[in-house]
Nanobody, 115 residues
């Protein structure tokens, strides 16, 4: 079983930066995709960024040029560098590790952006 824990969320002013981390524990074999999702109140959960095992990345249009996803396979960790944050980025951010046959989610970390 795999357990994920996000960290790095908090309150930041518009234009500021945060770096989110996702730490995994448990039995880790290989991870096909590592993902960051977010969900704001009253909205659908959306994929923010994804990084595949080969390093390929994908970003939501709303965060392109501002967010950078990275992974450290030696540590089974996932990161999201968020720059030039906007009020619309405020949400609970979740990491998700996709093993193909199974997916595991963290509990989320709150990001609040003041205007």
């Amino acid at each position: 079983q795999v357990q994920l824990v996000e960290s790095g969320g908090g309150l930041v002013q518009a234009g500021g930066s945060l770096r989110l981390s996702c730490t995994a524990s448990g039995s880790i074999f290989s991870i096909r995709r590592m993902n960051w999702y977010r969900q704001a109140p009253g909205k659908q959960r959306e994929l923010v960024a994804r990084i595949a095992s080969g390093g390929g990345t994908n970003y939501a249009d709303s965060v392109k040029g501002r967010f950078t996803i990275s992974r450290d396979d030696a540590k089974n960790m996932l990161y999201l560098q968020m720059n030039n944050l906007k009020p619309e980025d405020a949400a609970v951010y979740y990491c998700m590790y996709d093993f193909g046959l199974d997916q595991f989610w963290g509990q989320g970390t709150q990001v609040t952006v003041s205007s």
